[in-house]
């Protein structure tokens, strides 16, 4: 697991799992379909890309396929930071 | 959509005068503590038996004579509400007609919920584009939520009802400020999260049904999970509000970092950051949180009151912008940007 990975698997964990879920995040843990992102909750992990991973990510690339885990969200970061 | 000379000329407020503190409505079992502790909200004005056109009216005469226009000398008149008004069937802005600007302005209600004055904007922005010679419309909004079958304290999540009215003179000749632009978008994925599991038909109202956004927000929830659709609309609405409001500053020509304030929805502090300011990368000593906190969600009139509220307290001048968001039911998302280009002569 690279340090992004753990980072947002961290986060995701201590920041968008409600108290009182019985969710172990892990990479490949299914956001959307989990109802782990809502309205808050997005833009919770958006502010965490932007202020913490220094990746701002742009509306036209908020695709729910580059939501869907912890994977799809770190390969969105690499592809916006090869930009 | 960007809006060459279309300008704001007068603004008008209505707040009434009893504010219900938090503090008090937890003291009383209206308001659970940790909600309040959660959200940091501090209270609502209260307009008791007020009605919301007689305060509706109190802020169009305000902005209409601070425009310094003669009420009938409109074209438009827009009225958004977002709760009953009076008898129902009949239309609150006859109101205004009857009492303020006579018969011959052209006139409708809005009922978009809390987006409400920003499809005013639109509607009036066009309506004074469409034909030559037009030259100003009016713009209100109002609600007062104190009635039997709604909750000002456990209205949806995250926000408090306050009652109050607010008003524009939208004009194509100049004003105090400029219209730069409006933007609206709809996530129709989302159009369940203010319906829940309720019946379309008989209306709630009519057969005294409870109003309450918080319980038809989990209702919706607890549906898109079962269907596994999961929350994929949610989402969408955050992204559509990061859509309009860069399409609207482009528009505007203004960057995010160059805007001098931000008025969003009277929500709880961690929504107005999380939400609006951090998503524009802006502090929220930038924003209107500090005073709508203490009036509570008023509606459709949030932006427009803290847009009164900055000017009267000389938080805004020439030069400044301002960038307003909201969304509604619907669920709509909407942006508009102002740009300050004097002072207003009744500062």
Excluded at chain 1, 69 to 78: E, G, H, Q
Excluded at chain 2, 26 to 44: I, T
Aim: net charge negative; aromatic share 6%.
């Amino acid at each position: 697991m690279t340090e992004l990975t753990r980072r947002l698997v961290d986060f995701i964990q201590e920041n968008l799992v409600q108290d009182g879920d019985d969710i172990t995040v892990d990479e490949t843990t299914p956001l959307l379909t989990s109802g782990l992102l809502d309205s808050l909750r997005t833009a919770r992990l958006l502010n965490f890309l932007r202020k913490d991973v220094g990746v701002p990510v742009p509306a036209a690339k908020l695709e729910s396929e580059n939501f869907q885990d912890v994977t799809t969200i770190v390969a969105l970061v690499r592809e916006l930071e090869s930009v | 959509m960007r809006y060459a000379d279309t300008y704001i000329s007068g603004v008008g407020a209505f707040l009434p005068r009893t504010v219900i503190s938090v503090e008090k409505a937890v003291a009383k079992g209206w308001y659970p503590a940790e909600e309040a502790e959660l959200h940091n909200l501090a209270g609502a004005v209260v307009a008791g038996d007020l009605p919301a056109p007689e305060m509706a009216l109190h802020a169009a005469q305000s902005a209409l004579k601070r425009s310094g226009r003669a009420p009938a000398d409109l074209d438009l008149l827009l009225y958004a509400s977002t709760w009953h008004q009076g008898p129902d069937g009949w239309p609150p802005h006859s109101h205004l007609q009857r009492q303020l600007v006579g018969g011959d302005v052209l006139a409708t209600e809005i009922r978009q919920g809390c987006n409400g004055m920003f499809i005013a904007l639109e509607l009036a922005a066009g309506h004074l584009d469409a034909a030559p010679g037009r030259r100003a419309a009016l713009l209100v909004a109002a609600d007062n939520y104190g009635t039997p079958l709604m909750d000002r304290w456990r209205m949806g999540p995250g926000y408090i009802g306050g009652d109050a009215a607010s008003a524009l003179v939208l004009t194509k000749e100049t004003g105090f400020a400029r219209l730069m632009s409006v933007c609206t978008t709809t996530v129709t994925e989302a159009e369940e999260l203010h319906r829940g599991s309720e019946p379309l038909f008989p209306p709630g109202v009519t057969v005294g049904r409870r109003m309450s956004f918080a319980a038809r927000n989990d209702q919706f929830r607890q549906q898109v999970m079962a269907k596994g659709e999961a929350t994929a609309a949610l989402f969408k609405i955050q992204r559509a509000l990061m859509e309009v409001a860069e399409r609207a500053l482009a528009e505007s020509g203004i960057e995010a970092g160059a805007l001098t304030r931000v008025a969003f929805m009277n929500y709880s502090e961690e929504i107005v950051e999380q939400r609006c300011m951090a998503m524009l990368d802006l502090p929220m000593s930038r924003s209107t949180w500090d005073y709508g906190r203490t009036i509570g969600h008023c509606g459709a009139s949030d932006q427009v009151l803290s847009l009164d509220h900055l000017l009267m307290t000389g938080q805004l001048g020439p030069g400044d912008s301002m960038l307003m968001l909201g969304t509604g039911p619907g669920v709509t998302v909407s942006s508009a940007v102002i740009k300050i280009i004097d002072n207003p002569p009744w500062v």
